[in-house]
């Protein structure tokens, strides 16, 4: 139980860290607004985040963590991927993230 207690608490602190790193990315590479980002979910995850493109396997997906605002998608390799819930243009979130949890076995 207090296992399980601090584990909620190390990945509460970490969803915040991968929030302000991003916020931090987006002041480094986009000083004028917010960061430019495309992330397309099928069969892997394809983004592009200002003009650099990426490709994650969905296999590598560890867990998803949802907050008020965001789903935090923890992949392999200590990366996390925050997906703001309201920003979603195709579907919806609650869809993608039903989808993903099939996909990848994640909770």
């Known amino acids: ?13 970490r969803a915040r ?11 480094v590479f986009k000083k004028d607004g917010p960061v430019d980002a495309h992330i397309e979910i099928g069969e892997e995850i394809s ?19 949802e907050s008020e605002n965001y789903y935090l998608l923890c992949i392999k390799g200590h990366m996390l991927m925050p997906l703001k819930k309201d920003s979603f243009v195709e579907g919806t979130a609650e869809d993608c993230m039903k989808y993903l949890r099939q996909k990848s076995g994640c909770k």
């Not at 399980?4 to 608490?9: F, G, R, S």
């Not at 860290?17 to 002041?27: D, H, I």
């Open 47 to 65: 983004m592009e985040i200002c003009g650099t493109p990426k490709k994650i396997d969905i296999a590598k997906l560890e867990r998803i963590l």
């Open 1 to 13: 139980m207090l296992v399980d207690i601090i584990m909620v608490v190390v990945l509460q602190v």
């Open 17 to 27: 860290q991968a929030v302000k790193t991003e916020q931090a990315r987006g002041n």
